[in-house]
């Protein structure tokens, strides 16, 4: 088997003396794709910022493998690192598209951004290129000069993984990508979601409190609740055999359909 | 005796020494924008505070002022900043570029080219070429910081998405020595070329934003662009009207209601300097000659 891409090793933040989440311990591997569920305010999302940098750790180690094979403590990089590391190896898709977005900004721009940040100066090539990914994430490339102000929720959020698949990276981070999406959009999103994750062969870890959306993207899940994790195991498995009571009550929430 | 109504230019001497000490940071750097405690001066915002003092700190008996607004020495601004140094340091002012030792400018680099011995000094609105692009000065900070200027790009791309070339025409965004980007202050792309290894000191003010930046004598300084689309300057289909002056900028002045214009030289001195030598152009225009063969191009 090979190494990890991420390993969190007891991750802990606070805010004062109230507890964001606390004792996280878990690895993620290349290619695949990890899931953080649980209700509101059970800490996934301070604990996806957390693992991303976006937000300040109050104990705890993140280690990254680097392309060239170091796997050093997020904590020991310069900025200067952490942020180029941002923009090429790592990807954030948010909630809401407009926090990823430039808004003001057309379609081909956004998805360049990440080129021209790293170094790209060619015009017609970063054109070239952003109208690829345009095409890969189902958007008419005539609409490459268009704002994202003019598009659909939908639209959004396949440019905001457009723009973030540009560069190539390795892990990406989305927090509940499909979160402000109805149905049957989400179910578009998802499936290129998929697609995209299985042929750049991804590592993912995804917030999301729909049960539905882990079951169909990702391999292995965490439960959270009260910012511990209660459970962690296969997605199949979690979800036909959950172990602990929580997770059985999360499950038998779900609707019938 | 009575007490002078002022100290020499207006400014104390301590105000003066902590300019100076920003100019000298400012040149120690170039391109990078010093902070510094910019003073109320008698003059609004906008009007060249930053400037003035800039103009102040560096100003001595012995020097000879020019002041420029748009190229011309007969404007607003530029005759009572003029008039403002004339009353508060006794200086010599003249509206010949040759002549004077700092050259206060708004909008223009003269374009007869400046000798080592001259300073110009520009009056800077906004100061930080990132801002429109992105508004959080504690961001731009570290973008300039961390070297991280893809941004620029960005906005270029904007531009040549939409009108087919980059149609940034003034406040031309440039790299200074390869490293910081630098806002050049408002003045026409066509300016761009001359601020690249100038013989004088180039200073920058900003009053309002409190910022100084330098440019030493002979720092490199290249104007962004894309590979395959290259940095170019405007360039004019007719010769001045008044001079028959070309390769220079114009300003185009409407001289009557029924679509006649002309170009004329932007540097007012420039202008005046060829005609005293000889110089004429075709002059106003005939009448029903239109306007759309004048046009200005930016390709």
Not at chain 1, 215 to 235: C, D, F, N, P
Request: charged share 25%; with cysteine; proline share 6%.
């Amino acid at each position: 088997m090979t190494d990890p891409i991420l390993s969190v090793r007891g991750l802990e933040k606070r805010y004062g003396a109230f507890i964001g989440c606390t004792d996280v311990s878990f690895d993620v591997w290349p290619g695949e794709v990890v899931a953080i569920v649980g209700e509101s305010g059970s800490g996934k999302t301070t604990l996806l910022n957390c693992i991303s940098g976006r937000l300040e750790r109050s104990a705890g180690e993140i280690r990254y493998r680097m392309r060239d094979g170091r796997f050093p403590d997020l904590g020991h990089l310069s900025e200067a690192e952490r942020r180029f590391l941002m923009r090429t190896d790592w990807g954030f898709v948010h909630q809401n598209p407009a926090d990823g977005l430039r808004m003001r900004v057309s379609a081909g721009a956004n998805v360049g951004e990440r080129l021209m940040a790293v170094g790209e100066r060619h015009y017609g090539d970063i054109r070239r290129t952003a109208g690829d990914w345009l095409s890969r994430v189902e958007i008419a490339a005539e609409r490459i000069d268009d704002q994202p102000i003019a598009f659909s929720g939908g639209m959004r959020q396949r440019l905001q993984i457009a723009r973030n698949l540009v560069t190539h990276p390795r892990l990406i981070f989305m927090d509940e990508p499909t979160g402000g999406l109805d149905v049957s959009v989400q179910a578009r999103v998802l499936d290129l979601l998929r697609g995209l994750v299985t042929d750049l062969s991804l590592a993912v870890v995804i917030v999301t409190h729909d049960l539905a959306v882990a079951r169909l993207l990702s391999q292995r899940m965490i439960v959270m609740k009260g910012g511990h994790i209660v459970e962690a195991g296969l997605t199949d498995r979690v979800l036909d055999d959950p172990r602990h009571a929580y997770t059985q009550l999360l499950v038998a929430s779900i609707p019938e359909s | 005796m009575s007490l002078p109504a002022y100290n020499f230019a207006y400014l104390d001497e301590q105000t003066k020494c902590m300019i100076r000490r920003a100019i000298l940071k400012g040149i120690a750097i170039p391109g990078y924008q010093v902070p510094f405690a910019s003073r109320e001066m008698p003059m609004p915002y906008g009007w060249g505070t930053g400037g003035v003092q800039v103009t102040a700190a560096i100003l001595g008996p012995d020097d000879v002022l020019k002041v420029i607004d748009q190229g011309a020495d007969d404007t607003t601004n530029a005759v009572s900043i003029r008039a403002f140094f004339a009353k508060t340091a006794n200086v010599a002012t003249t509206t010949k570029t040759a002549e004077a030792t700092i050259i206060q400018t708004r909008h223009r680099i003269p374009e007869e080219r400046l000798q080592a011995h001259q300073t110009i000094v520009f009056q800077v609105p906004i100061p930080e070429p990132l801002r429109f692009l992105e508004p959080r000065e504690t961001e731009t900070r570290v973008m300039h910081g961390l070297e991280e200027y893809g941004l620029v790009h960005v906005k270029l791309y904007e531009d040549i998405a939409q009108h087919g070339h980059i149609a940034t025409t003034y406040a031309y965004p440039v790299k200074v020595e390869g490293r910081y980007v630098m806002d050049p202050s408002p003045i026409p792309k066509f300016d761009n070329p001359k601020l690249d290894r100038s013989p004088a000191l180039q200073l920058f003010g900003a009053g309002r934003e409190k910022r100084i930046y330098a440019l030493p004598p002979f720092t490199q300084v290249t104007s962004l662009d894309f590979e395959d689309h290259p940095f170019t300057v405007q360039t004019f289909s007719r010769p001045c009207a008044l001079c028959n002056a070309t390769g220079v900028y114009m300003d185009e002045v409407v001289t009557d209601d029924r679509g006649g214009r002309m170009f004329v030289c932007s540097d007012t001195d420039h202008c005046e300097t060829r005609q005293a030598d000889g110089h004429t152009g075709p002059g106003l225009p005939q009448l029903g000659e239109h306007a759309s063969s004048e046009q200005e191009t930016t390709r």
